[in-house]
């Protein structure tokens, strides 16, 4: 059975707090768009230019409706946040063209613990339809975890490591070409996020007992419906459920912002 996390924005004056999330997700941009080196290097006195280079790396288009970068960051953040986590690459840095869109895992990051590393490898579906978004996040997971296609991520992942993060050498050797599928595979987790248009969290104006209620039902029911799917038991998966007000209202949001860095 997967491992379950909900999350929400809250509300504010009798509406979803939307603004707020967009602001917050936009204060994450550099760690997420540029590599380590970049973001690491951060001071005071260059924090404007290097969002500002952030932002140019995401996308430039006036389609943004049809992008899933929101979504990406979105569990760029509650990974982050909920667990610890430390980006290893950023994928969006090496882009040819800032309207690329960016194939394979959604996020790589790891989780030290000692001298051990656990490597998260993320999968995103930022959709109104939540059932259509359950579909295609298995429809992915099943293709992205075979064999082939999981060396040839590893491959890309190795060739992207900044060489100047503590870390370069571990995640190498984890996922090293000499390294068993079956040891890494005790090593991985693959969290995966849905985030999706909720008619419970439209329906609602505050954070009261009936809104948490029927909250956790929701989420708890998404979350049964999602394991009922065929899935490798050797993998650790981590179910991330991110009930919206309004995803074009986030995605709107999120590009004013975006634009007015640019």
Known sequence: M????????????????????????????????LR?????EIRWYNANKRLKEAAR???????????GEVGEILLHVLIR????????????????SANDTVKGFDAVHVVISGNDI???????????????AIRAAVKELRRH??????RAEFAAITNKVDETWKHANKIKELISSNTSLDRIFTRICIPVLLAYDSKTVARHKRVS?????????????LHAAFAKNTLPRSLRI???????????????????CLTKLQ
């Open 2 to 33: 997967p491992e379950l996390t909900g999350a929400c924005a809250g509300y504010e004056a009798g509406r979803w707090r939307c603004e707020e999330l967009a602001a917050h997700l936009i204060e994450w941009l550099p760690e997420f768009a």
């Open 57 to 67: 790396t995401v996308y430039r288009s006036k389609r943004y409706r049809k992008r």
């Open 209 to 221: 007992p009936e809104f948490l209620k029927e909250f956790e039902e929701e989420v708890r029911q």
């Open 238 to 256: 981590h179910l991330f459920l991110a009930p919206l007000g309004k995803k074009t209202d986030l995605t709107t949001r999120f590009h004013e």
């Open 145 to 150: 975890l075979r064999r082939n296609y999981l």
């Open 36 to 40: 380590y080196r970049e973001w690491n």
């Open 81 to 96: 946040q909920s667990f610890s986590t430390i980006p290893a690459i950023s994928k969006y840095f090496y882009k040819d």
């Open 118 to 132: 656990e490597l998260w490898l993320g999968e995103v579906k930022f959709y109104k339809n939540v059932k259509a």
